[in-house]
């Protein structure tokens, strides 16, 4: 079964939804793929729970995850929100765009450039993501094969290296082996641990991929490193790998393994990468990708802070602070020390929520920015919503005046920014739109007066 899904969008029917519903219960109990450790604490204790898609009766609905499910028999691949009024997109458009956002965030590391994904026709996202591993571990092993200094522990009857006396008494000693001396020495050998990590993977994707290009060149891979050792990897021993710099390619391979390794589900085939995903939650995409955009661009003249929280909303009665404030991004002006609160809102607003008095703002996204605002003693806030059309409309301002001094204000503006385009995607036409936008917007913010 394939079935390509657009976020919160209609439900779709399934043959078998039993079975892949017992596949995602699966994928979220391993929940190696995302580092969201709050993400819905609520649900933790509840076994059927998974995130991923909605099931009823033999229908399927996406929530908020984009990317891709695969398993032995099915594939689903979920594409975003603000896609969804486009019929007359095509996959490789938005695969582009998700490639564009990735670029910026810092927090999911996806190893691919806007370059690769030019080059490539594949329209099957699970195949195109394995079509570009493929050619990276090909290009990498074959024009800079890597030898590296390996651990390695031996007895040997001629000492070599260092002495580990501790294992030769418990090794030799013990058992009467008095001529095998147990030593600790690092050759420099081309069967090393990273190597040996590329190879498991490349084996681990032949057995998934199912285009006869990638097996081609997964294969050469495997030919290439025929020295090296077929041993089982995890993703844990690959954190515990580190490179000098001057291996920055292998750097962003060892990238491409984890995003392998981390979806492998227990199996007794030690090759079985039968259920495979990339899920990532478009919120924090979302956030990550404003977050890192601001930085790139805009640090020359603005400090951003990603993630603040080093003030608390209250003190309780015993003295102690409490309700955690967490801003998304929080930027200080190098020049006039105007300090604004960034808010991003993954969110798309009704097409005449120009007609709505309140701009179709949750009530609830005000007073939390507002007491948060007040706390601080920012009278700035911005709330950053994606665009509906490639027509960016106007800013919305709200003031909001102190009980206490009439003449303090905080200033909420509610700005759509263009993360997306509706005619072909160019990523330097939409990467210029969105920072003309936002400087347009913090330039005004930072040089009007505290009262306007």
């Given at each position: 079964m394939k079935r390509t899904l657009f976020e919160y969008d209609k439900w779709e029917k399934v043959e078998n939804s039993s079975t892949l519903f017992h596949s995602l219960k699966t994928i979220w109990r391993q929940r190696n793929f995302v580092d969201l450790t709050e993400e819905l604490e609520e649900n933790e204790t509840d076994k059927n729970y998974q995130p991923f898609l909605r099931f009823s009766n033999n229908e399927i609905r996406a929530n908020n995850y984009v990317g891709f499910i695969q398993t032995s028999n099915d594939l689903v691949e979920i594409y975003p929100k603000v896609f969804r009024n486009c019929p007359g997109k095509n996959k490789n458009d938005m695969l582009r765009h998700i490639f564009f956002w990735f670029n910026y965030c810092r927090k999911w590391k996806f190893p691919f450039s806007q370059a690769q994904l030019d080059r490539l026709p594949i329209d099957e996202f699970p195949e195109l993501i394995i079509n570009l591993i493929a050619?990276?571990?090909?290009?990498?092993?074959?024009?800079?094969?890597?030898?590296?200094?390996?651990?390695?522990?031996?007895?040997?009857?001629?000492?070599?290296?260092?002495?580990?006396?501790?294992?030769?008494?418990?090794?030799?000693?013990?058992?009467?082996?008095?001529?095998?001396?147990?030593?600790?020495?690092?050759?420099?050998?081309?069967?090393?641990?990273?190597?040996?990590?590329?190879?498991?993977?490349?084996?681990?994707?032949?057995?998934?991929?199912?285009?006869?290009?990638?097996?081609?060149?997964?294969?050469?891979?495997?030919?290439?490193?025929?020295?090296?050792?077929?041993?089982?990897?995890?993703?844990?021993?690959?954190?515990?790998?580190?490179?000098?710099?001057?291996?920055?390619?292998?750097?962003?391979?060892?990238?491409?393994?984890?995003?392998?390794?981390?979806?492998?589900?227990?199996?007794?085939?030690?090759?079985?990468?039968?259920?495979?995903?990339?899920?990532?939650?478009?919120?924090?995409?979302?956030?990550?990708?404003?977050?890192?955009?601001?930085?790139?661009?805009?640090?020359?003249?603005?400090?951003?802070?990603?993630?603040?929280s080093d003030e608390y909303l209250a003190t309780n009665n015993s003295g102690r602070k409490v309700f955690n404030m967490q801003h998304d991004i929080f930027l200080t002006s190098k020049h006039s020390g105007k300090q604004i609160i960034v808010d991003t809102k993954y969110k798309l607003r009704s097409t005449n929520y120009k007609d709505d008095p309140k701009r179709d703002i949750a009530q609830a996204d005000l007073y939390q920015m507002t007491s948060y605002a007040f706390r601080r003693g920012c009278t700035n806030v911005l709330l950053l919503y994606p665009n509906l059309t490639d027509s960016i409309n106007e800013p919305d301002v709200f003031d909001i005046t102190s009980g206490f001094n009439k003449d303090d204000k905080i200033t909420v503006t509610a700005s759509e920014i263009p993360f997306w385009t509706e005619d072909n995607f160019d990523d330097k036409t939409l990467e210029n739109k969105l920072y003309n936008t936002l400087k347009t917007q913090l330039d005004k913010l930072e040089n009007e007066s505290p009262n306007r």
């Open positions: 050619n990276q571990f090909l290009e990498t092993v074959s024009n800079q094969p890597l030898t590296m200094y390996q651990p390695v522990e031996e007895a040997m009857q001629t000492p070599r290296g260092s002495i580990n006396f501790k294992r030769y008494i418990s090794n030799s000693l013990a058992n009467g082996n008095f001529q095998n001396i147990e030593c600790d020495y690092e050759p420099f050998l081309f069967d090393n641990k990273v190597n040996r990590v590329i190879k498991y993977c490349s084996r681990l994707l032949i057995n998934q991929t199912k285009f006869a290009e990638n097996l081609q060149i997964l294969q050469e891979v495997v030919f290439i490193l025929d020295e090296v050792e077929d041993i089982l990897c995890n993703s844990y021993e690959v954190e515990n790998i580190l490179l000098n710099s001057f291996f920055d390619e292998y750097n962003k391979v060892l990238d491409s393994c984890k995003l392998v390794l981390n979806q492998q589900l227990y199996s007794s085939n030690t090759y079985d990468l039968s259920q495979w995903c990339l899920l990532f939650p478009m919120e924090y995409i979302f956030e990550d990708f404003v977050a890192g955009f601001l930085e790139q661009h805009f640090s020359k003249d603005w400090y951003v802070k990603y993630q603040k």
